[in-house]
């Protein structure tokens, strides 16, 4: 069985610096994909990036990247020049092939951006 | 688009009773999902469909039934409501060719 696991209940971050935010996984499927979630207070889920296993360069999308370390099976999110907006819940998700790629939830990071 | 939408927002039943979550999606998704997110843990899996007809059990199926009779309608039947059900529920689909799920609004349901 697939295992998501995020360490860090809560962080804070100090506005305009970088966050990592951590995510290690544990699956013996070798075709998966990575994802991660922003939860805002409004509750809704919001898809932020994701990486494939078999992608060789970190995902990207504006200010988000994902350090894909597949040795040490971790997919770290970091946020640069963090936003008062970035206060959120952020899970890392995970979807392997032979479950349809339905998606296993890390239990989330609180991630609060301080003025 | 309408994208996925779920009904009710928020819902109030009492132990013993039945009710029906609806989820719809006008995207043509080939793949559609129930979970459930209770406070401090993530998104758990309920059921899953990867069409029309087709339906599988997830991590946390017990007390739950779902059927998928088109492809926009993926409703989520609870048999008989206890308050460990009370959650917020999410329905989520994607297409088969690709990876991103587009996830609904959610539903907050308390079993009292």
């Known amino acids: 069985a697939q295992k998501i696991t995020q360490t860090q209940p809560g962080m804070f971050v100090q506005e305009k610096e970088a966050v990592t935010l951590d995510c290690t996984y544990d699956t013996s499927d070798p075709s998966y994909g990575l994802f991660w979630y922003k939860q805002p207070s409004s509750g809704e889920m919001i898809f932020l990036i994701y990486?494939?296993?078999?992608?060789?360069q970190n995902a990207t999308e504006g200010r988000y990247s994902l350090n894909f370390q597949k040795a040490r099976k971790s997919a770290n999110l970091v946020i640069s020049a963090s936003q008062l907006g970035d206060s959120a819940m952020y899970f890392c998700?995970?979807?392997?092939?032979?479950?349809?790629?339905?998606?296993?939830f890390g239990s989330g990071t609180q991630l609060t951006v301080l003025p | 688009n309408a994208g996925v939408t779920q009904t009710p927002k928020f819902q109030v039943l009492k132990t013993g009773q039945s009710m029906t979550l609806q989820c719809a999606q006008d995207?043509?998704?080939?793949?559609m999902s129930w979970y459930r997110q209770d406070p401090g843990m993530g998104l758990r899996l309920i059921h899953y469909s990867v069409g029309a007809g087709i339906t599988d059990q997830g991590e946390v199926p017990n007390g739950y039934n779902v059927s998928r009779s088109t492809t926009e309608d993926f409703p989520l039947r609870l048999l008989s409501a206890a308050p460990s059900q009370t959650s917020v529920y999410f329905c989520a689909s994607r297409k088969r060719s690709s990876y991103g799920y587009t996830f609904g609004s959610g539903t907050r349901l308390t079993v009292v």
């Open positions: 990486q494939g296993s078999y992608d060789q």
């Open positions: 998700a995970m979807g392997i092939s032979g479950s349809a790629r339905q998606l296993t």
């Open positions: 995207m043509n998704h080939e793949y």
